[in-house]
């Protein structure tokens, strides 16, 4: 296990259960002065001890996890790179001395910075060089969404039992789902589905009716689709005391997130439905994780796939720990998570390297990469574009680009092996891996022909005799 160092953790624990130094190293079996050391992170914790914590004071380990403090490193390193910050000459070493010692301030330090974000003016966040759209108050309930299945790890116990039991009841088939769920929903919820043509819809993609009980869905949407928007009404319907439920234990700051978290978990029980957890997870294994033959035999999309793969986090059936992100072609990062122990940037652009913006040069064809991060940190990822990438403009006629995006999928590189993709690499040769980092602003890397912005942790030099990689960069 690797050394893990929670003084700042372990202090506050004490201090909550109103406990003596001596108190707390008698509950855990050390002694007084063993435990002065570990709460000023002079020695790393053991697992006797950590198992104590768990034993005496019913804490979850998550909590104390290495991998919540690098995150929580990377926010902070992530906010600090506003330009509010430029005088302030944070270093990564004080970042992290922080988060050891005092998370709670690091984790307030997020807050508030996200904070002042969400009332920034808009002339304000335009002279700093950021979207407006980026401060706005609309903005801020995804993330607090986002945050809240990064939190549970993108798994819902509850909605996978209902969607498994459905299929027991209704005796559902993966080919003939549509005709299932249409039925179920006729028996159940006296509701009929109607494929509508597109100018009725008027863009929508589906619609409920609820005093004619009706759902119309779009002709322009394909099967898997059309699917989804069934078993997602389906979840509205008949499992709406579920998705109560677990939003009743979001503590969210609007009414606004509150809605979009039950459409999020719509969403997940659709998938659910789609791919059972069971019958999805054995094939996902068997096949070594090949995204086309799993779209093939469950009929659904090859985003539907990879998001998919992100929730297999059943205790004793787990999956490889994937990562997943959604991109536009202007880099807008509109669905993030991460199991893997990537960090994702939250706050602007990630790293143009990312093989998921090389996607779009190469449009429905499957990119492969070793991805490094500064701190050493390998991830295999592949990335692909979806959706249509060009139509024509219904007032001009003329091409332009229309719902394509990217999807990016990886994994720490010690799981690269379970995944067809990564065959016929020789993951120990360090030359095949892609140096990236979250963003340009967090990134220490000072050979990088990409820079668009200078790194927070460097100071800048310019030499008006020197040009080098970039601007940025006269090495």
């Known amino acids: 296990m690797k ?3 929670i003084g700042g953790k372990l202090r506050r624990l004490r201090q909550e259960r109103h406990l003596t130094q001596a ?75 922080l988060v050891s010692l005092l998370p709670a301030v690091g984790r307030a330090v997020i807050d508030l910075y996200e904070a002042y974000r969400r009332h920034l003016p808009a002339d304000a966040t335009t002279s700093a060089g950021l979207d407006a759209s980026e401060a706005s108050p609309a903005s801020i309930p995804s993330e607090e969404v986002t945050e809240f299945i990064q939190k549970r790890l993108n798994y819902f116990p509850d909605l996978e039992e209902a969607a498994e039991k459905l299929w027991r009841e209704k005796d559902l088939a993966v080919h003939s789902l549509q005709q299932g769920l249409t039925a179920v929903l006729r028996e159940r919820y006296a509701t009929e589905v109607e494929i509508r043509a597109s100018d009725a819809m008027k863009g929508r993609s589906r619609r409920y009716d609820q005093l004619a009980r009706r759902l119309q869905i779009s002709e322009m949407l394909p099967v898997p689709s059309r699917v989804f928007q069934i078993a997602h009404q389906v979840a509205y319907l008949g499992h709406h005391e579920i998705l109560d439920r677990i939003t009743g234990t979001a ?19 659709a998938a659910a439905v789609m791919m ?35 929730t297999l986090r059943r205790p004793g059936d787990e999956g490889v720990p994937f990562h997943f992100i959604r991109v536009d072609i202007a880099g807008n990062i509109s669905k993030r998570f991460s199991a893997s122990g990537i960090h994702i940037a939250r706050f602007g652009a990630a790293c143009p390297r990312w093989n998921v913006y090389d996607a779009f040069s190469t449009p429905g064809m499957l990119r492969v990469q070793i991805s490094r991060m500064p701190d050493g940190g390998s991830f295999f990822c592949v990335a692909q574009t979806t959706g249509r990438s060009t139509t024509l403009s219904p007032t001009s006629g003329l091409p332009h680009r229309v719902g394509q995006r990217a ?19 020789n993951l120990a040769d360090p030359q095949i891996a892609t140096p990236i980092g979250v963003s340009c602003r967090t990134c220490p890397r000072t050979d990088c022909a990409e820079r668009a912005m200078p790194s927070l942790f460097q100071k800048l ?8 990689p970039s601007t940025y960069v006269n090495a």
């Not at 503590?251 to 029980?269: C, G, K, Q, V």
């Not at 999807?407 to 690499?425: M, N, Q, S």
């Open 3 to 5: 050394a893990m160092r």
């Open 23 to 97: 108190q707390m190293a008698r509950e855990l079996g050390i002694s007084a002065s063993y435990l002065t050391l570990l709460e000023s992170n002079q020695r790393p914790v053991t697992v006797r001890v950590l198992l104590k914590l768990v034993e005496r004071f019913q804490v979850d380990l998550q909590d104390f996890a290495a991998d919540t403090d690098q995150r929580l490193s990377l926010e902070l390193m992530e906010a600090f790179s506003d330009p509010i910050f430029e005088g302030a000459e944070v270093k990564t070493t004080d970042v992290q001395e």
């Open 251 to 269: 503590d969210f700051s609007s009414t606004d997130a509150e809605a979009l978290l039950r459409t999020a978990l719509a969403n997940y029980f």
């Open 276 to 310: 059972p957890y069971r019958m999805f997870s054995e094939a996902a294994r068997a096949t070594r994780y090949d995204i086309d033959i799993l779209k093939s035999r469950f009929g659904v999309s090859f985003e539907q796939v990879c998001h998919r793969l992100t």
């Open 407 to 425: 999807i990016g999928l990886g994994c720490d590189v010690r799981h690269a092996g379970e995944i067809v993709y990564a065959d016929g690499l």
């Open 461 to 468: 030099h310019i030499d008006e005799n020197v040009r080098g």
